[in-house]
Every structure is written in C-alpha cells, then in structure tokens.
C-alpha cells in the first residue's frame, strides 16, 4: 500500500504513511487504540548488514 492510501473493515483501519527514507509506515486503528508501526526495507528485505 502507498502513502495515503488506507484499507478499513469493520474491526480494523490501516493507513499508509509517509517515511523519511524510502520506507513506509502503517497507522492501525483497532478496538478504539491507534498503532504506528514504521519499517526499514533493507531489514524486511532481509538485506540489512547490520541486523545480522
């Protein structure tokens, strides 16, 4: 998902955020509380050296 776009349903709403690299964030809504979960691609990617 892209910044600025969101998905939703019933229980739950996550929206993309923006990054100061080229990662991304996710803000979820559920049950009435809010989450932020922020990403480092290399590390997704599995291609960070220094998480090793």
Do not use: H, L, Q
């Not at 229980?11 to 989450?35: H, L, M, Q, T, Y």
Request: net charge negative; hydrophobic share 40%; charged share 30%.
């Amino acid at each position: 998902m892209v910044k600025g776009k969101s998905w939703c349903d019933k229980n739950i709403k996550i929206v993309a955020a923006g990054s100061n690299d080229s990662g991304v964030s996710w803000i979820v809504e559920v049950a009435g509380k809010r989450f932020v979960f922020f990403s480092d691609p290399d590390v997704i990617e599995g291609t960070d050296e220094n998480a090793k």
